[in-house]
């Protein structure tokens, strides 16, 4: 149990679960290897043979659009046969387990699970299930972990500004439920950047927070001030329902990004969003749609990182 | 029947008893220690050699998961899981389907295990009419129907005057109310312990304050209304430092802890091990050391199994939906003995928790050895040592954080009322 469930023996990843506990040199890899299939996803004819007669399976047991897309569309590019399950509407309502549904698709041939779900911990109950030759991608477990967004993270980052190791990045809005943050947490400070910061009210900050390696801020006036990279958290609805905020007037104005608040970063600072966007709520649309956006590229570097991350598991 | 348990050596905690001695048992009964009384013809005698001979154990907490839950384990099943783990005396919790809040639920289900003759079962009753927290069960009736205190279990009373009102009641008749500290809002949804693990995890968190408010509540309640409350579960520092208070200043309260927070802390969640997901949940290792030191200096009164057999589709799940709690009767001893030789803590201290104890809580006459008692004995070699397993398990439930480990102490053989209801087989280790 306390060996690394993501390695196999000789160290190579295995399954991709979580950015926690991976080395530097293989973030690094998936990264340089994403930078190949740029040029891919630029050609006229967007394919390389690489898992050719593979078959990849979407297991989506939560809604999503984007990243099942770009999942979708980075298989395909591999010229993988890629097929897509929504599973909330079927089977769960059915009775039928979480591993049962699992098992009946590895009948079905599967070489890969992209698995997204509610729960944390749902993608690393499945790779300790599965037989040893099918590899599971994680596309987002309840809070615990996005990998793959936080790698697009890393890589657009690291486009834009070329180092980690000079580097003050803040991170801005609802820690507490985001597996995004984690994943971009654990990902910046693997990767060397000295500074990463968190801006958000006491309520959506976890308890201990800072033992992830962050500095906490509760106040966007010196949480911003002289970042190179602000990424920017999606606020969902619901929060505000759940006495942790009392409104998204009131979130705007003291944690929404404007181009005034943005000029406390530094001139050249990047700002980027894992979308979906709320305009208006955790983001001005003037800052999300002005020249230090680099919102549209993360989501076109996703779909390189993604082809990347599969191409290095079904190697390993 | 006459029984000759040859060759022991007798630990008796509540008489602070710790000799080479043999022990006679006629008609049930405990006949004579040291020397056999006159004309005893033994039909059996139980070699002890190695063994120690004590009290057989009481344990506080222990779900049968009958009525209603017998997919996860049966009376049968778990009866035999207790005298296994050198259990003669077991309280269970109300939280069956329907829960024990009828006086015919509770004489079917003493009926049922008094047939058995194996442990005895003292059933906790409901506190609360389904353990809703609204209306008060008939604890008057409960209590002749084989009651010896009432609970909610697990389930929250989020009305405080209902709170108050059944502590009242309860304090009429003398009865004692046993609570597991808790407050319903501020645990909402939780699944771990609100600390570091929890975080890096991302589970949904309980604070220590869902435990520490509700302990406040409860002691302040307690003195006003003057009933006897006895606290179970605790699992944080806080919570131990407060009880401990209440004590000094006098106040009429007991505790007792589960044996996995003795020993485990959030740390052991691992990667998500579903076999740690329980309740109260693992907490901090400060918090661990804590229940440690308050059992070895008697702020905690008795350590309990917490048995809780969950069937193997309900930890398959991920860590927030798969269903809390371990199996714990056969483990209950072996991890007292674990606890007792990590922190060099004297054999007949530690039993104390796991006999007397136990048993004075529960108001009753057991868990010690005495001339004219009923012989309710557990003969267990503190040196053998074992594999946890889940085809050694006789509970039906198989979970356990400790699955694989190695347990010191094996039980050899238990007696209730002068049978013998469990004898080991000589397959364990002896450790030299």
Not at chain 1, 141 to 157: E, K, S, V, Y
Not at chain 1, 162 to 190: C, K, P
Not at chain 2, 119 to 139: D, H, N, S, W
Not at chain 2, 363 to 374: M, R, W
Request: proline share 5%; glycine share 8%.
């Amino acid at each position: 149990m306390t060996l690394n469930p993501q390695l196999n023996q000789d160290g190579a990843l295995k399954h991709l679960l979580t950015i926690d506990g991976l080395p530097r040199a293989i973030l690094t890899h998936i990264l340089d290897t994403a930078e190949g299939f740029i040029a891919v996803s630029e050609q006229e004819v967007k394919k390389v043979p690489l898992l050719r007669g593979k078959a990849i399976f979407n297991l989506f047991f939560e809604p999503s659009t984007r990243t099942r897309t770009t999942f979708e569309i980075a298989a395909k590019r591999l010229s993988a046969d890629v097929i897509n399950l929504n599973i909330n509407a079927s089977s769960q309502s059915k009775g039928e387990t979480l591993l049962d549904t699992v098992d009946n698709l590895a009948a079905m041939q599967a070489d890969m699970f992209v698995v997204r779900h509610a729960q944390s911990g749902a993608a690393h109950m499945i790779a300790r299930h599965v037989a040893p030759h099918i590899h599971v991608v994680n596309a987002g477990d309840g809070r615990h972990a996005h990998p793959t967004q936080g790698l697009l993270d890393m890589f657009t980052i690291r486009k834009y500004k070329g180092e980690f190791h000079n580097l003050r990045v803040a991170i801005v809005g609802d820690v507490l439920h985001s597996r995004v943050a984690r994943s971009q947490i654990h990902a910046l400070t693997t990767l060397g950047v000295p500074e990463v910061r968190v801006i958000a009210p006491k309520t959506l900050l976890p308890t201990g927070v800072e033992q992830l390696g962050v500095h906490v801020y509760h106040e966007m006036a010196k949480g911003l001030k002289d970042v190179d990279v602000v990424i920017m958290l999606r606020l969902q609805n619901e929060r505000m329902r759940g006495a942790l905020l009392p409104s998204a007037q009131e979130y705007f104005k003291y944690y929404g990004l404007t181009p005034d608040k943005l000029t406390l970063a530094r001139p050249d600072a990047i700002v980027m969003h894992p979308g979906p966007m709320n305009r208006g709520v955790e983001i001005d649309s003037a800052v999300a749609d002005g020249k230090q956006s680099v919102i549209l590229p993360q989501v076109t570097y996703g779909i390189a990182v993604r082809m990347a991350v599969m191409s290095i598991l079904a190697g390993n | 029947m006459k029984i000759h348990i040859k060759n022991g050596r007798l630990i008796d905690p509540k008489h602070g008893l710790d000799t080479h001695a043999d022990l006679y048992i006629a008609a049930g009964k405990i006949a004579a220690i040291g020397s056999a009384p006159r004309d005893f013809h033994a039909n059996r005698v139980i070699d002890a050699s190695h063994c120690i001979v004590c009290p057989g154990l009481v344990d506080l907490a222990a779900r049968l998961r009958e009525p209603g839950f017998e997919y996860k384990a049966t009376l049968e099943s778990e009866m035999d899981a207790a005298c296994a783990g050198g259990i003669t005396s077991l309280a269970c919790p109300p939280d069956t389907d329907p829960p024990l809040d009828e006086p015919g639920l509770v004489e079917m289900l003493k009926f049922r295990a008094q047939n058995l003759n194996q442990a005895r079962v003292y059933p906790i009753g409901a506190l609360t009419q389904k353990l809703e927290g609204a209306r008060l069960t008939e604890m008057a009736e409960l209590r002749d129907a084989g009651c010896v205190g009432f609970s909610q279990a697990d389930a929250p009373i989020t009305d405080t005057q209902v709170l108050v009102r059944a502590l009242e009641y309860a304090a009429t008749f003398g009865f004692t109310v046993w609570l597991r500290p808790q407050d319903a809002y501020l645990a909402k949804g939780g699944v771990a312990h609100d600390g570091f693990v929890a975080t890096r995890l991302g589970l949904p968190a309980i604070p220590t304050s869902a435990e520490t408010v509700a302990l406040a509540t409860i002691l302040l309640l307690a003195r006003e209304t003057g009933a006897r409350v006895h606290l179970c579960r605790l699992s944080a520092a806080e919570s131990l430092a407060m009880v401990r208070t209440a004590k000094a200043e006098g106040l009429n309260v007991s505790c007792d802890v589960g044996i996995n927070h003795v020993h485990l802390s959030e740390m052991d969640i691992g990667y998500f091990d579903t076999n740690h997901h329980l309740v109260p949940p693992l907490r901090g290792l400060r918090d661990r050391d804590a229940i440690r030191a308050a059992l070895a200096d008697g702020t905690v009164d008795a350590l309990c199994s917490d048995h809780t057999p969950v069937d193997e589709d309900g930890k398959q799940m991920p860590f927030g939906e798969s269903e809390p709690g371990a199996t714990g009767l056969e483990l209950l001893l072996p991890l007292t003995l674990k606890w007792a030789r990590e922190n060099g803590i004297p054999l007949s201290q530690a039993l104390a928790r796991i006999t007397h104890q136990p048993a004075h809580i529960l108001g009753l006459d057991a868990g010690h050895l005495a001339i004219g008692h009923a012989a309710d004995i557990c003969v267990f070699d503190p040196e053998a040592t074992w594999i946890v397993a889940s085809s050694i398990l006789k509970s039906q439930g198989k979970n356990t954080p400790f699955l694989g480990y190695e347990m010191q102490g094996r039980v050899h053989a238990t007696l209730v009322e002068g049978h013998v209801v469990f004898e080991g087989e000589e397959n364990g280790q002896r450790r030299r």
